[in-house]
């Protein structure tokens, strides 16, 4: 064996720090970004830009706030119902109206408590921002409910989406960490909802004339917190597996896609789950991670800024404190990347510019919402 001098070891591990940190600065400049840190927010959980290229972002514990990035003024919104933010519970995700230019109507959702039992809700307002600066949303209603309610405080979901003509809106319902919910026909946890925009199950879900809820379009899911559709209608969404089997899904009309059944994950005490195989009866998953991701929101991203990744959808990693992209092709996903980020990311938004605006999850994480830009 070869000896090494003590004069020698200081030098030895010069070199070796000097080389980490080389290899550090390597695998930053790695990434086709730039990050660029505009503000800091309390455990914010959803984002969404306004025409005039303010956002309005949502906090757990049940703010909305309006944000200028171009001079980092916060405004609180007034007229919010207030949230239950026990555990995973908070003011959630927030949309604009297909129609905002003329009806101002923004569309959100919260976890609440109700009789001693709680759920996910679903409202809208009307955004009224006055001359002296004090914003607030008019007119709020609920105009949906999860059902049935239940105790605990995990599992609401509560994404929104839009179908690409703006006739509907898609909305996701948690199986709320009860597991047979989701795959009762009379209740609309854990499943994809189809609405119409006032609230209503919209007339031709798929389901109901078998007797299920007639807001149902897909159920067998677990814990949905992304939803989005494509250039070409596609609707895609992400949900969270148990221990490990985070899943990305192709949303059908109709379709069973396993869970509490099948799932690529196994439960928390180490029992199996029987994974997705052909002629099971589910629908399997188009990409799942094992171990898991814990994934955030949901982008599919159609801007310029980034042409290379145009067509991709972009998930938020939470325990993996990621941001992953996963390449799309038709009806056929496949992971493309998966950039650490050092914090929780509970949210992806893409900027009027094209540029990607992440959330972090807050908590032991910072809270705080970064800018991505191509780096030349």
């Known amino acids: 064996m070869r000896h090494l001098s003590l004069v020698a070891l200081p030098l030895i591990l010069i070199a070796c720090s000097a080389e980490n940190a080389t290899g550090q600065n390597a695998a930053a400049a790695e990434k086709p970004f730039k990050t660029s840190v505009i503000a800091d927010f309390d455990s914010p959980w959803a984002m969404t830009f306004l025409p005039d290229g303010r ?19 916060k405004i609180p919104v007034a007229g ?46 009307v955004f009224n921002q006055a001359s002296d600066g004090n914003t607030k949303l008019d007119n709020v209603q609920v105009i949906f409910r999860a059902s049935p309610y239940v105790d605990g405080n995990g599992h609401y979901s509560g994404r929104i989406a839009f179908s690409p003509d ?26 994809v909802l189809r609405l119409n925009r006032d609230g ?19 159920y067998g899911h677990r814990n949905l917190l992304g939803i989005a559709f494509d250039a070409d209608g596609r609707l895609w969404e992400q949900e969270m597996g148990p221990q490990g089997g985070d899943e990305v899904n ?7 896609y396993g869970w509490p059944n099948a799932s690529n994950g196994s439960h928390y005490d180490g029992r199996d789950i029987p994974d997705h ?5 589910y629908e399997a998953p188009k990409v799942w991670w094992n171990p898991s991701i814990s994934p955030g929101g949901l982008l599919y991203y159609t801007g310029t800024a980034f042409p290379m990744w145009k067509g991709s959808l ?20 496949e992971k493309a990347d998966q950039w650490d980020m050092g914090e929780r990311i509970r949210e992806v938004e893409q900027g009027p510019d094209g540029a990607l605006w992440l959330l972090e999850d807050g908590g032991k994480s910072q ?10």
Request: net charge positive; hydrophobic share 40%.
């Open 367 to 376: 809270g705080r919402l970064l800018k991505l830009t191509p780096i030349n």
């Open 55 to 73: 956002a309005l972002v949502t906090e757990k514990a049940g703010e909305m706030i309006l944000f200028d990035p171009k001079n980092g003024t």
């Open 250 to 256: 192709l949303i059908e009309p109709g379709l069973n």
């Open 277 to 281: 195989k052909a002629g099971d009866g």
């Open 166 to 191: 703006g006739k509907y809106l898609f909305f996701t319902n948690g199986e709320r960490q009860k597991f047979d919910p989701a795959q009762d026909p009379k209740s609309t946890l854990g499943k």
């Open 80 to 125: 919010i119902p207030q949230s239950d933010s026990a555990g995973q519970g908070a003011l959630m995700d927030v949309v604009l109206s297909p129609t905002f230019a003329k009806d101002k109507a923004v569309y959100f959702s919260f976890s609440e408590a109700r009789d001693g039992v709680k759920g996910v809700a679903l409202a809208k307002g």
């Open 314 to 333: 972009f998930i938020g990693g939470l325990s993996s404190k990621a941001l992953i992209r996963v390449k799309l092709n038709g009806d056929k996903a």
């Open 200 to 218: 209503t199950p919209a007339a031709g879900n798929p389901l109901a004339a078998k007797g299920f809820n007639p807001a149902i379009w897909s």
